[in-house]
């Protein structure tokens, strides 16, 4: 949705202010969301939890577990699934009436039903977090380290004579690259991981960073 600044401060004084935060899984948009939830008071919507949620889980990690890798026997059918219960429940959070809405998108969102993507275009302001390439191995570490569910969408090879590992680990800037061109192309805004993974820029600056120019 693309708004004027003066817009964007009307809506949000009028409780009218609809945001999305896109981008890569473990690249501070979760924390970065909730943090302008706290401070600006946005009513906060996290689709990720809606999903493991109906999936009866009772966290990030049994969801990401249930997912697997894409090695895994099964991987396919339950990335499509995936997929579905991704559509489905970013549908629903676009659904919701409160005031100032913040919806904290899936890293796969891009993926999602073109219906619901044109919605989100159409009723959110849209934030991208872009993941700089100083941040790509923090994001590998983090992969591994605090599983989170992936969609893969082909970009994985097993690569002859390396570990299945170290082919998720090699397959990992290609996926980034993807991807970053269809989060780009959905965004109204985009601010870089440079800003929002450093410890000394406030929230504040990053509220004011996200508004439109003009």
Request: proline letters at 3%; glycine letters at 4%.
């Amino acid at each position: 949705m693309k708004l004027t600044r003066q817009e964007f401060d009307d809506k949000y004084a009028e409780g009218r202010l609809k945001l999305a935060f896109i981008g890569m899984s473990n690249i501070g948009k979760s924390y970065t969301a909730m943090r302008l939830a706290v401070r600006y008071d946005f009513n906060l919507i996290e689709v990720d939890k809606i999903i493991w949620e109906n999936l009866g889980h009772d966290s990030m990690e049994a969801f990401a577990q249930w997912q697997g890798h894409p090695y895994t026997k099964g991987y396919a059918e339950r990335e499509a699934e995936s997929i579905a219960l991704e559509t489905r429940a970013t549908r629903e959070a676009l659904q919701t009436t409160v005031q100032n809405p913040m919806i904290d998108t899936t890293g796969s969102v891009i993926y999602t039903d073109e219906t619901v993507l044109n919605t989100l275009r159409k009723e959110f302001y849209i934030v991208y977090i872009e993941a700089k390439l100083e941040h790509l191995e923090r994001l590998k570490t983090q992969y591994f380290k605090q599983p989170k569910p992936l969609i893969w969408a082909g970009h994985y090879k097993k690569i002859d004579g390396k570990s299945k590992t170290d082919s998720i680990l090699d397959a990992y800037p290609n996926l980034l690259i993807s991807r970053g061109k269809s989060y780009a192309k959905l965004a109204d805004i985009t601010l870089t991981s440079t800003m929002i993974l450093d410890p000394d820029v406030t929230i504040e600056t990053i509220f004011s960073a996200l508004k439109p120019a003009l």
